[in-house]
């Protein structure tokens, strides 16, 4: 069974570009996450979707970041423009229904800004 | 909201003996305590996990106890062995909930 997949694996710009990542979870997982991770810090929620739904985007900085799940299978978050604050790893989750299942990670972005 | 509190940072053991990681959880609703492994370069990958009907639970080398009264829960790991080093963490999430909250993570070395 494949794993969550992600792309790119590493990606640096320049502050105020954009940049785009990608998630496909694995197949059947109703619930897809994206998560933050500082440097020594642990996973932080930025949005959860059941199926195309975002049901919790609460931590989302949507004054630049969005995100979008189409079709409820794979998902794109954007950051438009990026600040040199954004330079993080961002993690893809799925689980199969819900935030207490099993949540299998994909090995996540590293993003540079410059 | 949640907040989950993790200890020690960094635990250096030497293999073959037992490293013992904690966490505390401020959210008496929270039902269920997975801990993932993360190696470098990789994602989090779950190793085991505990439900709040339940007070230990072992898999091999690893097990984990959870005290739902003082709402903390560990990690036990026995006869280290190098490839246990890694950075793990411990989270907290409740049915029906929304989150998954991660501790700050415990970067552990076993020494050869």
């Known amino acids: 069974e494949a794993g969550v997949v992600q792309s790119p694996r590493y990606k640096i710009i320049e502050k105020k570009q954009p940049v785009a990542f990608w998630c496909n979870p694995i197949s059947g997982h109703n619930t897809l996450y994206w998560y933050l991770q500082n440097l020594g810090q642990g996973p932080e929620l930025l949005i959860r979707y059941e199926n195309e739904e975002a049901v919790d985007d609460s931590q989302l900085p949507k004054d630049r970041f969005s995100a979008e799940r189409l079709k409820g299978v794979d998902s794109t978050l954007k950051i438009q423009p990026a600040e040199l604050g954004d330079s993080a790893v961002y993690l893809c989750a799925s689980s199969p229904h819900s935030a207490t299942d099993t949540q299998y990670f994909g090995p996540g972005t590293r993003l540079t800004v410059l | 909201g949640e907040n989950v509190e993790q200890h020690p940072s960094t635990l250096s053991v030497q293999e073959g003996d037992s490293a013992v990681i904690k966490c505390t959880y401020s959210d008496s609703a929270s039902n269920y305590f997975p801990w993932y492994k993360q190696e470098l370069g990789k994602g989090p990958q779950l190793i085991i996990d505990?439900?709040?009907?339940?007070g230990e639970k072992k898999d091999q080398r690893i097990a984990v106890t959870l005290n739902k009264t003082a709402k903390h829960f560990s990690l036990h790991i026995t006869e280290t062995q190098p490839e246990d080093s890694a950075v793990y963490f411990c989270?907290?999430?409740?049915?029906?909930?929304?989150?998954?909250?991660f501790g700050a993570g415990t970067r552990l070395f076993v020494k050869a």
């Open positions: 989270a907290a999430s409740t049915d029906g909930g929304f989150k998954t909250i």
């Open positions: 505990i439900r709040s009907n339940v």
